[in-house]
């Protein structure tokens, strides 16, 4: 699921018009050309005109902050820009959710006298705050505030399917205990008979939404006590899911909990606490942030790196977010290429997503992509890029409907998101070079799609997988369905999903879910923002990560509301955590690095015969890892 800010979303509406002109187009006539070119000039130059004006305390804002705020101040601007959205969800008090970049705890208190409600106080200064929109100047015009954007959204890799089939699988098991079909089909529970392992001595710790059904899970028999850090029980109930999951196959396992919800930083908080205080040899968690660098560690891969270091194993979903073999990949990734041909009214050079004598300025959006964010990273260090890039979003007649246009001049992020209408159609992506050199570029339309439309050719790439699931010591784990099917196609017209093998085992011929996102994932830049190849940051530098790493099951059955079954690489990660428990209590010794070569040399290479970029070194079974590590059967 995906979790946005709470604070209502009562944006002030604004568009530019715009179409692109450039080979590859559909023929038009002369006149709906001219009157798309006389929109996209008239609404581009407004776009432009507020970029190019920033106050210095707007210098450190969010475009859609900056644009929100001049727009409800501005009528004869709000006028050029009728269809555009900027994605700030702004209350009927006038306030935004946002985080605020800071180097001083000061700021919390300027939020507070600003009339803000402060969320979350990082130890270096940061903040997550509901604060008035009128107040946005005041507080980034501070000498030690860094940054304000829009709070950074963070997203759960369930995926829900059929209400009906789910709901009649809930009414199929009001008074059963449930079982993780899953704890069958990896063969945990037969290993735990052979091997006479249960988890017993291990602490396994998960991160996700929150846990609000715990109570009643418990009362079900359904889980034991769980450990959960103060204060940080979280909102949601994926979490829960997870829990129970990875009790069905390591029984005797302690668990701990915390949520990864309140913040970003928070989240990379409560990684290095579940280690530190909660004492956990496991970490699973199932979210990402919208924010995290593909071609860097920044603030919870570097947690990940943290804790892994200390001893950890470290399970993480690799996403939902599509992959290149099954052609359900919404993610682009390249050189920038320089187009031949203009954008009207934008400053700047378009990105060609052509590698042919064609010229192509944007990339279409399937039907599905409804409401999803777009982000865009280039291969700049985190909170260093100097170069200028921007993001637009177009619609059937060719108006930019969103856009990002954040000013990067040396100290920023190389980072732009914007929001796919949640209405309409026809849906292109735009990638402009505003100023600078050209840099390796990552697109990404989240559990979207990128579709041929029209004369249009859908362009996109496999590597997908980022974030802290990417980090080079976690285990990123795809999935694989492990008893029925999931239940509705994930886009209009698409070929039937796989079933799993339930009550057998997976075999070499099982197959993966195929929402499940794929790498490699080429990273450029060291956790403190040094260059891995120095001067060489294109598709021939940096290094590459074989992720993901492993395969585990998902579409299970659990107690929770709402994850009846649990499909996603969120249900997949929880099921490896559990078996890497049932191993550390067979050999309590044993090394992060023996239990990750016990895993991956006994897993059941999936698709293409050794790692490949969908299912990594395939899906890994509890008996066979077990045996690998060297534990005597009993």
């Not at 106050?55 to 644009?67: D, F, G, T």
């Not at 008893?483 to 079933?499: C, I, K, S, V, Y």
């Amino acid at each position: 699921m995906v979790r946005f800010s709470r604070v209502a979303a009562h944006a002030v509406p604004l568009t530019v018009g715009a179409l692109l002109l450039t080979t590859g187009v559909s023929a038009a006539q002369p006149s709906t050309v001219d009157a798309a070119a006389a929109r996209t000039e008239a609404g581009i130059n407004a776009l432009q005109s507020i970029k190019k004006s920033l106050s210095p305390a707007e210098r450190k804002q969010s475009s859609q902050l900056v644009v929100e705020k001049r727009l409800r101040a501005d009528r004869s601007l709000a006028a050029k820009l009728p269809e555009y959205r900027s994605g700030v969800g702004v209350s009927n008090t006038g306030a935004v959710a946002v985080d605020v970049v800071a180097h001083s705890k000061a700021v919390a208190n300027a939020v507070k006298a600003a009339g803000g409600a402060v969320r979350h106080v990082s130890p270096d200064g940061a903040v997550r705050a509901d604060l008035p929109l009128s107040a946005l100047d005041a507080i980034a015009g501070r000498a030690d505030v860094a940054e304000v954007k829009p709070a950074v959204q963070a997203t759960t890799w369930s995926e829900q399917g059929n209400r009906d089939f789910r709901q009649a699988l809930a009414k199929q098991a009001v008074a059963a205990t449930q079982v993780s079909e899953g704890d069958k089909a990896h063969g945990a529970d037969t290993a735990r008979t052979t091997y006479g392992v249960s988890g017993s001595g291990v602490k396994v710790c998960v991160l996700s939404d929150g846990v609000d059904s715990l109570a009643k899970s418990q009362s079900a028999g359904e889980l034991p006590a769980v450990d959960v850090l103060s204060g940080q029980k979280g909102s949601g109930d994926e979490g829960t899911a997870m829990l129970e999951i990875i009790h069905d196959l390591a029984p005797n396992a302690t668990l701990g909990f915390a949520t990864a919800f309140t913040s970003e930083a928070s989240f990379a908080a409560n990684i290095r606490a579940l280690r530190t205080t909660g004492k956990c040899q496991i970490i699973v968690d199932d979210v990402s942030y919208f924010d995290e660098s593909p071609f860097q560690d920044t603030q919870v891969a570097q947690a990940v790196n943290d804790v892994t270091a200390a001893g950890a194993l470290y399970f993480s979903s690799a996403g939902n977010s599509g992959n290149a073999t099954d052609g359900t990949s919404g993610y682009y990734e390249g050189d920038f290429r320089a187009s031949s041909s203009k954008i009207s009214g934008v400053t700047g050079t378009p990105h060609d997503f052509d590698p042919s004598s064609t010229t192509q300025n944007f990339d279409a959006l399937s039907a599905g992509s409804l409401g999803r964010p777009v982000t865009l990273f280039w291969s700049d260090p985190w909170g260093k890029s100097a170069n200028d890039y921007d993001l637009f979003i177009l619609n059937s007649a060719g108006s930019v409907v969103a856009s990002s246009e954040n000013a990067q001049s040396g100290s920023q992020n190389p980072y732009e998101i914007a929001s796919v209408p949640t209405s309409g159609s026809g849906f292109k992506v735009a990638v402009v070079k505003y100023s600078g050199a050209d840099r390796f570029i990552a697109l990404n339309v989240i559990r979207g799609r990128f579709v041929a439309s029209g004369s249009l050719k859908a362009f996109s790439t496999n590597g997908v997988t980022n974030g802290h699931s990417a980090a080079v010591n976690a285990f990123s784990v795809a999935a694989a369905p492990a008893a029925g099917a999931f239940t509705r196609p994930l886009e209009t017209g698409d070929p039937a999903n796989p079933a799993g093998p339930y009550p057998g085992l997976y075999t070499a011929s099982s197959k993966w879910e195929r929402f499940s996102s794929d790498g490699k994932r080429r990273v450029f830049f060291n956790a403190d923002g040094t260059a891995i190849t120095p001067g060489n940051v294109s598709s021939t530098g940096g290094t590459v990560r074989n992720k993901p790493d492993i395969t585990a099951a998902d579409g299970v059955a659990t107690s929770v509301t709402g994850f009846q079954p649990f499909f996603g690489t969120s249900a997949a990660a929880p099921h490896a955590a559990a078996i890497a428990a049932l191993l550390l209590s067979g050999k309590p010794t044993a090394t992060p690095a023996q239990i990750r070569t016990a895993l991956v040399s006994s897993s059941i290479d999936l698709g293409t015969p050794g790692f490949d970029t969908v299912t990594g070194s395939g899906v890994i079974m509890a008996g066979p890892a077990l045996a690998a590590l060297g534990v005597a059967a009993k």
